[in-house]
């Protein structure tokens, strides 16, 4: 394995027990001893979680137009949103069409955005907007300059009152707030599909943060989680993970992310490839998975129609609420919503219905 | 950590002798390194199970892990109460989280497994 860089809580990881792993070349905490992926998940869905997340990356694209700048890079039409508000966004290449990455969009102000992308593709959505960027315009990796911390379920409010943080804000709009003299960001987004919040403090704050809300939680029931119940909680609701769902590969026409596409934008990258698949219409389109036995689907499995390669799973866990198998799988575009399908499991035959996401009602926008 | 009383294979599975069968399981570090185990597959009783040999399957919510046959015979029981509660395996791997009990062929094959201190020894140097 190579260096992995670590989270400003490393050491706190560590001493909750838990199990590490590399992600996006971080090495970051799965589960926590004493929980693990159920009871983690569990404690979202029905109270509160909190889940380091500092790998993500950030970025800033700062100077005089900048926002217009971003508006002609990215899919989303950023004039959609206003100062505080944030925006799910895609960059694509400019060529195919396919996703460099997936990323939120931050307006702080016309000539000031905050961009958070995977921790993967960070340096590389970096390079792409350095390189287009007009005079005036400076895009600046800061990846180590914040730390990112998830509190996430219907007690997320109550948490972050109880450390003096701002709460009640809409869906997808951030205030700016000062912590015991440290600024910190607090989101309104999230990616479990409940209702919750992001934070971003400075990065050499984010232990202090971390530590305050564990022991200020505590009676909310707050429980720290790890990668692991986020990625059950996310294909639960759907959401796509880029590396799997959404790739260079796979455009956002196939994996039904045009919501997050400004069609009418005069110019994004990948505008003409895009509009062209949409035109033609997409030869796959990606599905849910819902197992009808005790098969539980994984990346790459191959799903099979009367014994007829139909396409593949791109994502696929034990959904802990539903109890049972779960997938997201890139399908033929003849495969119809509500028929039945066979997936691989390791030379077994599964049986999954065809769905539409999400398997699980969100509470994202619950007041 | 292992009980003492017990034998144990490189596949990280637990043997107990009780008379002419053995009873099989998984073991702490195995159920530690799955996660929460969410179904556990097991041979039929009467089902021929050969040594080293994969006759059933554990699967966590991450990942999926064959369980190997430590010895060769026939399963004479299985544990039902893992089709309904599973994390029995996580929360008590050497009781209630049993998984088969296997008469085997030659009674004398279970001397021939680790015993405890070399099976935490191969844990230590893989």
Redesign the interface.
């Known amino acids: 394995m190579t260096d992995l860089r670590r989270s400003p809580l490393h050491e706190q990881h560590l001493s909750l027990g838990a199990k590490m792993a590399d992600f996006g070349g971080w090495e970051m905490p799965i589960e926590y001893a004493g929980g693990g992926v159920m009871k983690e998940h569990a404690a979202v869905r029905d109270s509160v979680g909190i889940f380091d997340v500092s790998h993500l990356g950030k970025a800033t694209v700062r100077g005089a137009g900048a926002g217009e700048f971003v508006n002609t890079a990215f899919s989303n039409d950023l004039d959609r949103i206003g100062p505080g508000q944030a925006q799910y966004t895609l960059c694509c290449d400019e060529g195919t069409g396919g996703v460099v990455d997936d990323l939120i969009a931050y307006v702080i102000g016309a000539d000031d955005v905050f961009l958070v992308p995977n921790a993967a593709n960070t340096a590389e959505v970096v390079r792409r907007l350095a390189a287009a960027a007009p005079s005036g315009v400076e895009v600046s990796d800061q990846h180590e300059a914040y730390g990112v911390l998830a509190v996430q379920g219907s007690a997320s409010d109550a948490v972050l009152q109880s450390v003096g943080l701002p709460t009640g804000h809409e869906y997808m709009s951030f205030v700016e707030a000062q912590w015991r003299g440290a600024p910190v960001i607090v989101c309104r987004t999230g990616y479990t599909g409940e209702r919750g919040y992001e934070l971003l403090p400075p990065w050499d704050r984010t232990a202090e943060l971390w530590q305050a809300l564990l022991e200020e939680g505590e009676p909310q029931g707050l429980r720290p989680c790890g990668l692991g119940a986020r990625d059950t909680l996310r294909t639960e609701m759907g959401y796509p993970l880029h590396g799997q769902d959404l790739s260079l590969e796979i455009t956002p026409v196939q994996a039904r992310c045009g919501w997050a596409v400004g069609w009418n934008k005069p110019r994004f990258w990948g505008r003409e490839a895009l509009i062209a698949e949409k035109e033609a219409g997409p030869k796959r389109l990606l599905w849910g998975l819902e197992a009808l036995d005790r098969g539980i689907p994984r990346s790459h499995m191959t799903v099979t129609s009367d014994g007829r390669a139909v396409g593949e799973v791109t994502s696929g866990t034990f959904s802990p609420t539903l109890r049972k198998g779960i997938a997201l799988a890139l399908l033929d575009r003849d495969v119809a919503q509500g028929v039945e399908v066979d997936v691989d499991v390791r030379g077994r035959t599964s049986r999954f219905r065809v769905v539409k996401p999400p398997f699980v009602r969100p509470s994202t926008k619950a007041s | 950590m292992n009980p003492e009383d017990l034998r144990y294979t490189r596949e990280h599975e637990w043997v107990r002798e009780d008379g002419g069968t053995v009873r099989v399981g998984v073991t702490d570090f195995a159920q530690e390194a799955l996660?929460?185990i969410?179904?556990v597959?097991l041979p039929d009783v009467g089902a021929e199970v050969t040594a080293g040999q994969p006759c059933g399957e554990v699967?966590?919510?991450?990942s999926?892990s064959d369980i190997y046959a430590p010895v060769s015979g026939t399963v004479v029981a299985r544990n039902q109460t893992l089709d309904a509660s599973p994390?029995l395996v996580?929360s008590d791997p050497y009781g209630e989280g049993w998984m088969m009990e296997i008469r085997p062929d030659d009674p004398a094959s279970v001397q021939g497994l680790l015993d405890a201190g070399s099976y935490e020894a191969g844990l230590e140097s893989p």
Not at chain 2, 59 to 62: A, D, H
């Open positions: 996660g929460d969410v179904f597959t699967e966590s919510t991450k999926v994390e996580n």
